[in-house]
């Protein structure tokens, strides 16, 4: 039955995780692109994709720790100090993806359709040939481009805990395994 837990949950992690991973990280340039150019709308497109991938993955990766833990009590290392930091910095990278990256994301691209809105207006404006200076800024591009700019910060942060997580799970501090 250990071996069961623990290949679903590695299967789920890999499956689940690296998505997330993934596309938020590439999901800042992504908002930058679409920011100074809102008028495309592959690129519009893209981030609203990227941010449904890290929304319902995120959700499917609550998963992962739940077979951690069904592994970790089939293993009796439920008390060890190595599982007991990974389910530490597991939560602190939930928290970091839900309180942080997801609601940027929102706020992103909220200000990318307020962006795309003001493109919008402009095209219009030129069709009537009251067309403002061209040296005016698309409005929403630079809240867009600054939720970019903390958002790849956040997200880097939430890699890295899962990076030191995985690196717990296999380096396994007091392992008899040898490795």
């Known amino acids: 039955m250990t071996a069961f837990l623990l290949s679903v949950h590695v ?11 993934i596309a938020a990280s590439m999901f800042p340039p992504a908002l930058r692109a679409a920011a100074h150019d809102p008028g495309n709308p592959r690129k519009t497109a893209a ?9 319902v993955y995120a959700v499917i990766g609550a998963i992962v720790p739940v077979f951690g833990v069904a592994t970790g009590a089939s293993l009796g290392v439920l008390g ?17 993806l839900i309180a942080v990256i997801l609601p940027t994301q929102r ?11 003001g493109a919008l207006d402009s095209a219009l404006d030129a069709a009537l040939d009251t067309a403002p200076d061209r040296g ?10 600054a939720a970019g700019r903390s958002l790849a910060m956040a997200t880097g942060v939430f890699n890295l805990l899962w990076a030191i997580v995985v690196v717990l799970m296999i380096y396994r501090p007091g392992s008899t395994t040898g490795v």
Request: glycine share 6%; net charge negative; hydrophobic share 55%.
């Open 11 to 21: 299967l789920a992690a890999i499956l689940t995780i690296g998505p997330v991973a």
């Open 47 to 55: 981030v609203a994709i990227l941010h449904r991938i890290t929304r």
């Open 80 to 96: 060890d100090a190595w599982l007991i930091t990974s389910m530490i910095l597991t939560a602190s990278a939930a928290a970091v």
């Open 107 to 117: 706020r992103g691209l909220e200000s990318l359709d307020r962006a795309t809105d």
């Open 136 to 145: 005016e800024a698309v409005p929403g591009a630079d809240a867009a481009t």
